[in-house]
T-cell receptor, first 113, second 115 residues
């Protein structure tokens, strides 16, 4: 069964600090991996997408890494801001149709002033 | 204006009632999806449609039905609501992928409470 596990479940950091969120997956055959940001009361918004051949991708202060051999990804947030407080969801796509999208349960990040 | 809109944003209903959640999009995408989100769980796919007249069951379609009235509209119905259908429901759209890298764009969600 395809699965996506995220850790930690929740994280509290101070404004200005860096943090790293983890994603482990057992999705096969692998197509791509996305990180989404979901603000409270809103739908998820895509941050990055990586295919098998990409091992790092940045979007401003967000940097995602992918190790397709160990089936792990991380999302690193640099110089956190209060607006980074949100749930971060890892989504892995398998080759095939839309039903092959597997969502993690998310990491709830809280940035305190 | 938002690209993907959902109505209503909040709904309280009673067990056994039929309700409909509506989704509209102005992105011009062919593909539309309905998901539900429960605390501590990842989003789960209920139904999806790749074009008008195309309807496909997702992971958890039992107790739900959908209608794709037009390219821009995709509605989700609960024929006889039950309490364990209390959840946050999201509509999403995506364009037909060229290289398998389609990104899904989500609506703001509908919070449903079934008493």
């Amino acid at each position: 069964k395809n699965q996506v596990e995220q850790s930690p479940q929740s994280l509290i950091i101070l404004e200005g600090k860096n943090c790293t969120l983890q994603c482990n997956y057992t999705v096969s055959p692998f197509s791509n991996l996305r990180w989404y940001k979901q603000d409270t009361g809103r739908g998820p918004v895509s941050l990055t997408i990586m295919t098998f051949s990409e091992n790092t991708k940045s979007n401003g202060r967000y940097t995602a890494t992918l190790d397709a051999d160990t089936k792990q990804s991380s999302l690193h947030i640099t110089a956190s801001q209060l607006s980074d407080s949100a749930s971060y969801i890892c989504v892995v796509s398998a080759m095939g149709s839309a039903r092959q999208l597997t969502f993690g349960s998310g990491t709830q990040l809280t940035v305190l002033p | 204006d938002a690209d993907v809109t959902q109505t209503p944003r909040n709904r309280i209903t009673k067990t056994g009632k039929r309700i409909m959640l509506e989704c509209s999009q102005t992105k011009g995408h062919d593909r539309m999806y309905w998901y539900r989100q429960d605390p501590g769980l990842g989003l789960r796919l209920i139904y999806y449609s790749f074009d008008v007249k195309d309807i496909n069951k997702g992971e958890i379609s039992d107790g739900y039905s959908v209608s794709r009235q037009a390219q821009a509209k995709f509605s989700l119905s609960l024929e006889s609501a039950i309490p364990n259908q209390t959840a946050l429901y999201f509509c999403a759209t995506s364009e037909t992928p060229g290289q398998g890298q389609e990104t899904q764009y989500f609506g703001p969600g509908t919070r449903l409470l079934v008493l």
